[in-house]
């Protein structure tokens, strides 16, 4: 048996007491008033129990609380009226209100089935309402409606609201309609925090999974939010808001890509396990400026940090088109795809770079060969015997080349071997072998970057090298001397 069945025997238990002793009783109107409470223990004393009258009609003058009772304190004007774990409830309006024992709940605003599902005692039209007598029984800036009920002032954003309440969008099933009205904190959480369910956030609207909030320019949303018109629905009702939203995948190559001067090109994408490109992402005000040491990408303005030394240490960094424009102090754009590059130091020498990086040959975006700071490309040090790129710390192979043709290593002296002729060279014929040796070798500004028990013991600056497209250009590498 349901509570409420419960509530309407006794009812009509009472009528027959009634119709012995006075003759008759009038029908009761059971049906729900604002304020009331139905359907839970808290419910109030019966019509018994006020009148003293025992379930054998006998008067009881000395009758005591039931234990319905004891969660009810007649007599209350406000909330500060009731001890720490009640709320004072206007079962009708104009009544006075009653101090009830309410288990913890939603707050106004927050979805309910029952009065028992709210802090203030009442579940109206499927949303916690709080009962009132005058304004003075409802929160600041709320209004006391002709139904007895606290009302909400409408809002745009959360500065219309005062301090402690959030605008927020509220389904008014009994207009039809939604709306967005300042409520209290629900205990939820911002916007762009990611949620399941409405009531999870503090603008009581959770959209594609992340948090929103009612707003009228984008400064008022959190994160890299965009404030934009939305048609939404809750609880059955559609409306059209202005709203805070993750925004769409903005491209980027570079900085100047980004509307917004808290959002810069710092989102890396990726095609497999490789950089494709970059989206724009909220920036740090406030944080290191690029080209700074870094430990994680919060202690960056550009919300980016490039890891080095095996990301034991990094430095702040953007996605980037051009060197001069766009990165800082002491870097390059480093080109690491068709399109887009990465700001990184730039270095003289290996000991320029962080810990165990060495100092690499690369591309700027604009073309331009340049030496960056990277980690190594393979194993093998300084003067070590390669015969790829790839096999040597510093990425480069440097090949030594005489003008003494041969047709095996026997016909070369020394440590030389006899290989092809590689292309480029004016003195080489097609198909002509030449004695040659490989060593691994490194970038360099003077002999010092070279010494060492091996030997290419030489800063050479006039090593050639072929880069993309078949340019060739002059650089400085360590070499034979």
């Known amino acids: 048996m349901d509570i409420v069945a419960h509530r309407r025997i006794v009812w009509w238990l009472g009528c027959l007491v009634l119709v012995v002793l006075s003759a008759g009783c009038a029908k009761a109107d059971l049906s729900e008033q604002p304020g009331e409470i139905i359907g839970g223990d808290d419910a109030g004393p019966s019509e018994d129990d006020v009148n003293g009258i025992d379930d054998a009609g006998e008067t009881d003058v000395d009758a005591g609380p039931t234990e319905t009772d004891t969660d009810v304190d007649e007599g209350c004007n406000d909330h500060d009226d009731c001890d720490a774990a009640e709320v004072c409830v206007r079962p009708d309006p104009g009544s006075e209100g ?18 028992e599902d709210c802090a203030t005692g009442l579940c109206v039209d499927g949303q916690c309402r709080a009962s009132c007598e005058d304004v003075g029984d409802c929160l600041d800036g709320w209004s006391c409606s002709d139904q007895g009920l606290c009302e909400a002032p409408s809002c745009a954003h959360d500065g219309n609201c005062a301090a402690g309440q959030w605008c927020a969008v509220w389904a008014n099933e009994d207009a039809g309609a939604l709306e967005t009205l300042c409520l209290p904190d629900n205990g939820g959480v911002e916007g762009g925090e990611s949620c399941t369910d409405h009531d999870e956030c503090l603008g009581r609207y959770c959209l594609e999974g992340a ?45 100047d890509d980004c509307a917004f001067s808290d959002l810069t090109c710092n989102m890396p994408t990726y095609d497999g396990d490789s950089i494709d490109g970059a989206s724009c992402g909220p920036i740090n005000p406030g944080q290191a400026d690029l080209g700074a ?3 994680g990408d919060s202690e960056c303005h550009s919300n980016l940090c490039l890891p080095h030394d095996g990301g034991a240490i990094g430095e702040c960094s953007v996605f980037c088109q051009s060197t001069s424009a766009h990165c800082g102090t002491g870097q390059v754009c480093l080109g690491i795809t068709d399109d887009i590059g990465l700001c990184i130091s730039s270095c003289d020498r290996n000991a320029d770079c962080f810990g165990d990086d060495v100092c690499r040959f690369g591309l700027e975006t604009s073309g331009e060969l340049t030496q960056f700071c990277d980690a190594p490309v393979g194993d093998r040090e300084l003067g070590a015997e390669c015969d790829l790129d790839t096999q040597c710390r510093s990425g480069l192979c440097l090949g030594s080349f005489s003008e003494q043709s041969c047709s095996s290593d026997a016909n070369c002296p020394g440590e030389l071997r006899c290989g092809p002729c590689p292309s480029g060279l004016p003195w080489c014929s097609p198909g002509q072998n030449v004695c040659q040796l ?41 070499a034979w001397p």
């Open 98 to 115: 009653e101090c009830r024992v309410i288990d913890d709940g939603g707050v106004e605003g927050d979805s309910c089935e029952d009065s």
């Open 211 to 255: 948090c929103s909030a009612p707003c009228q320019n984008r400064d008022q949303c959190s994160g890299i939010d965009m404030c934009e018109s939305l048609t939404v629905e809750k609880e059955g009702l559609e409306g059209t808001f202005d709203l805070c939203q993750q925004p769409a995948f903005i491209e980027c190559e570079g900085p």
């Open 293 to 295: 040491v870094c430990g």
């Open 438 to 478: 490989s060593n691994c070798s490194a970038v360099c500004a003077a002999h010092g970057d070279c010494s060492g028990d091996h030997g290419m013991t030489e800063c050479a600056d006039d090593i050639v090298m072929t880069i993309d497209g078949g340019q060739q250009t002059t650089v400085s590498a360590c």
